[in-house]
């Protein structure tokens, strides 16, 4: 949807960034926050798979920093800028390592995926299990998915810059609302698997989006900006980008002791409130 949005609205260097980073602030901080504040509440001290969640963040961290931080630094090109066999190596490089990845989480290491054996179900849960279905329904509900995000962005992408031009709004905001769309059907799926004490599935909802969104993302949109010519802006400046660091450190600090509690759900949360606070107040 994000990249469907830049082909269809106006010429937004930012707009890729924008929403991508806000798809990292919405599900880092927001979701994961609510989910662990929810989860907390009503089960106290909630378990997950410390081995899933490491892969998770080693690639979430390598891929945001690379692509998010580093064009603030670099000097082939003025600004947060990337020069051509930068963006080149950047596309290559994050589609290289999401494969391996989904490789790892598959095939290889499933397991490191699944819930922890300290989690205890509950009854409800229990008696109506996840039904499982085969590849093609999957790849069939997918492609309708796919479809009906893109015919969405064609629709949404003209009058939501038309909207923010007429107000006077940050152009930031509209990133935050392409990415609160794009993960609207994840964030429910999230909080209702928390709440239910699954939270190794809601990890797995939240962080895959994270995954997905800079793995895949990043690439369409720089690849774009290759073939329509256009310029793409991906690092992150201002207030942002010490934000976009805190935010990681934090998911490390969050994510280390096989539990968690309330506290963390807070915290995350406190700082999805300075990303909101951000965008109008830069």
Do not use: W
């Not at 945001?64 to 580093?70: F, M, N, S």
């Not at 004490?197 to 993302?217: K, W």
């Amino acid at each position: 949807m994000i990249s469907t949005a830049m082909l269809h609205g106006a010429n937004n260097p930012t707009l890729g960034r924008d929403a991508i980073f806000a798809v990292v602030m919405i599900a880092l901080n927001g979701l994961v926050g609510l989910s662990l504040l929810l989860g907390g509440l009503r089960h106290r001290e909630q378990y997950y798979n410390l081995l899933g969640v490491n892969a998770y963040l080693n690639v979430i961290m390598t891929l945001a920093v690379l692509g998010l931080v580093l064009p603030n630094f670099t000097t082939s090109r003025s600004g947060p800028n990337f020069s051509t066999e930068q963006e080149v190596f950047l596309i290559v490089m994050s589609i290289l390592l999401y494969a391996i990845f989904l490789l790892i989480q598959t095939v290889r290491h499933r397991r490191y995926f699944m819930e922890s054996e300290d989690v205890v179900i509950p009854m409800t849960s229990a008696h109506h299990p996840f039904q499982v279905r085969s590849t093609a329904f999957h790849a069939v509900m997918l492609l309708l998915y796919l479809v009906a995000v893109i015919l969405l962005a064609e629709k949404f992408a003209i009058p939501l810059d038309n909207s923010i031009e007429k107000f006077g709004m940050p152009q930031a905001f509209g990133g935050a609302i392409i990415a609160a769309l794009v993960l609207s059907p994840e964030g429910l799926g999230a909080i209702r698997a928390s709440l239910g004490n699954q939270l190794q599935r809601s990890i797995n909802i939240l962080l895959g989006s994270v995954l997905a969104t800079i793995g895949l993302t990043i690439p369409a949109v720089l690849t774009i900006g290759l073939i329509t010519k256009r310029s793409v802006t991906l690092g992150v400046e201002g207030g942002n980008l010490p934000l976009l660091l805190l935010t990681l450190a934090v998911s490390i600090v969050t994510f280390t002791s096989r539990k968690t509690n309330v506290l963390q759900g807070c915290i995350h949360l406190l700082l999805f409130a300075v990303f909101v606070l951000l965008i109008f107040a830069p």
